[in-house]
Nanobody
Framework: QVQFVESGGGLAQPGGSLRLSCVAS????????MGWYRQAPGKQRELVAS???????YYVDSVKGRFTISRDNAENTVYLQMTNLKPEDTAVYYC??????????WGQGTQVTVSP
């Protein structure tokens, strides 16, 4: 059974940093493009960053230069390092396999709140 457990969210001040983790089970992430998504109140879920090969990550324009996605295939874990956080980064963050995001189960997500 495919499952994702996200953690590492919390309250941060503008300009602060957080590191999110996502432990996947039920499949190996080694052969998958993994993505971090976020959903803010009243908005659709959006893909924030994705990674298959370290040489070719994807970032949505709003987080370029501030967020870094990485993965540990041995631990079946994906990370999202977030720096220089802004209030508009406030959302619930999820991870999933990009290719199956429309059909794969989602985890509980982890809440990120950026506020003075």
């Amino acid at each position: 059974q495919v499952q994702f457990v996200e953690s590492g969210g919390g309250l941060a001040q503008p300009g602060g940093s957080l590191r999110l983790s996502c432990v996947a089970s039920g499949f190996t992430i080694r052969f998958a493009t993994m993505g971090w998504y976020r959903q803010a109140p009243g908005k659709q879920r959006e893909l924030v960053a994705s990674l298959f090969s370290a040489s070719n990550p994807y970032y949505v324009d709003s987080v370029k230069g501030r967020f870094t996605i990485s993965r540990d295939n041995a631990e079946n874990t994906v990370y999202l390092q977030m720096t220089n956080l802004k209030p508009e980064d406030t959302a619930v963050y999820y991870c999933n396999r990009v290719a199956y995001a429309t059909s794969s189960p989602w985890g509980q997500g982890t809440q990120v709140t950026v506020s003075p």
